[in-house]
């Protein structure tokens, strides 16, 4: 079979599924949502309404932001992640007579900023359409935990009564994300044929999330302006809100034991004639380390380098399978198969999601957070899975935590 042309691969990108990495709930559990009782049009989204069992109204909400993806926020896929994976967390909220409130975006990849103003809007209209005056629970998967820290916190700074008891955040990147450099390479280095995984690693949100960015496959990593600011904005309004307790859960361990990703290892290899030569890796330590060798319809190959990183991708905390996504789609392509010997690495380090460390080192990564000072942590209380497992998976380990700390 001779090499696919340039024109062949981009047609067939085209008419595929956007390459997307995010945490989404496998196909087979998705199926559509029950009705909402409500559903509130906000800017910039959307939030759906569930009353807790025998609740006429809203009495005791619990409202949980979606975190990062391309396009709008899904009910389905929500309810989905919430409901129907390992612990069913949408009902256990019912059964103990919380209304469950979803907020989605217009656009998930957004900046946190603006996608902020939509859990604002949400929490006001949760406070006035209230019966009683129980305090509400709000928090966030992922980068919903960031959009709604920031959210509060900006209230406060504002002087506005959010009516808040707790606020929660599970397995989301207080300190940073991180995706490894070769893929975010890897999705510019095929813009021309498709642009959507780049435009998905170039968007705001994306540039807030990772401690470490290439705008373009031959650019050095590094932390994008757009994170910068959005981190300076945080600290203007305060960085955290105040009044309610803090709460956060992380998907990987408390004791310091990473996954067994190694470093600067093969994790997709192309195969296809059309790709051949394409090497994508774990992200590599040591100076000038090559963390991709990049080639899709050329006859020239071209070698990405980092130096200074640490062993993130095999650090504890909530992984996400990447490597997989990218090579599952390309294994749909004539021409552009590939091997995957790797298919996850950490995305969001457990002392990211706790906020006690940050990410730029191998010491702080692997750090035994269940060894230090519970008030190291930037928030009151936090708990940590029993392994590394996927990033936000829903599990009676973490929710039961959690619904053991709502507010009276």
Not at 121 to 130: H, N
Not at 381 to 393: G, I, P, S, W
């Amino acid at each position: 079979m001779p090499e696919p042309t340039e024109r062949e691969v981009t047609d067939a990108f085209k008419a595929a599924a956007p390459i997307a990495l995010a945490a989404t709930p496998p196909k087979e559990q998705v199926a559509p949502a029950p009705q909402p009782d409500d559903t509130w049009s906000l800017p910039g989204g959307t939030a759906w309404v569930y009353y807790g069992d025998r609740n006429q109204g809203l009495v005791r909400p619990v409202l949980m932001a979606d975190g990062f993806n391309s396009g709008p926020s899904s009910l389905d896929d929500l309810w989905a992640g919430l409901e129907n994976s390992a612990y069913p967390l949408i009902s256990q909220l019912r059964r103990r007579g919380r209304d469950v409130v979803l907020i989605g975006y217009d656009e998930r990849s957004a900046s946190i900023l603006d996608n902020a103003q939509t859990a604002t809007a949400a929490i006001l209209r949760a406070v006035a359409e209230r019966l009683g005056d129980s305090r509400l629970m709000v928090g966030g998967f992922s980068m919903g935990g960031l959009v709604t820290r920031y959210a509060l916190a900006r209230m406060e700074m504002q002087r506005i009564d959010h009516q808040v008891g707790v606020y929660f955040s599970y397995d989301s990147p207080h300190n940073g994300a991180h995706i490894p450099i070769s893929l975010q390479a890897f999705a510019h280095y095929i813009r021309k044929l498709d642009s959507r995984f780049s435009d998905q690693m170039n968007s705001p949100a994306a540039r807030q999330l990772l401690w470490r960015h290439v705008e373009n496959w031959s650019d050095k990593p590094d932390v994008s302006p757009l994170r910068t600011q959005f981190l300076d904005e945080l600290d203007r309004v305060g960085g955290w809100p105040r009044i309610p307790r803090l709460l956060a859960v992380a998907n990987g361990v408390g004791d310091g034991t990473g996954n067994d990703i190694q470093p600067g290892t093969t994790a997709v290899k192309g195969k296809g004639l059309g790709i051949t030569g394409t090497d994508l890796r774990t992200t590599a330590t040591g100076s000038d380390a090559l963390a991709a060798t990049l080639r899709v319809v050329t006859q020239q190959k071209n070698d990405v380098l980092t130096e200074g990183l640490p062993d993130i991708d095999g650090a504890p905390g909530g992984t996400l399978e990447s490597f997989q996504i990218l090579a599952d789609a390309l294994n749909k392509v004539i021409g552009l198969g590939v091997d995957n010997p790797v298919e996850e690495h950490c995305f969001v380090p457990a002392v990211s999601a706790v906020a006690i460390r940050g990410v730029e080192t191998h010491e702080d990564l692997y750090t035994d957070i269940d060894s230090l000072a519970p008030d190291e942590a930037q928030v009151d209380d936090y708990f940590c899975a029993m392994q590394n497992e996927r990033h936000t998976k829903v599990t009676e380990e973490l929710c039961t935590w959690l619904l053991d700390r709502l507010p009276d």
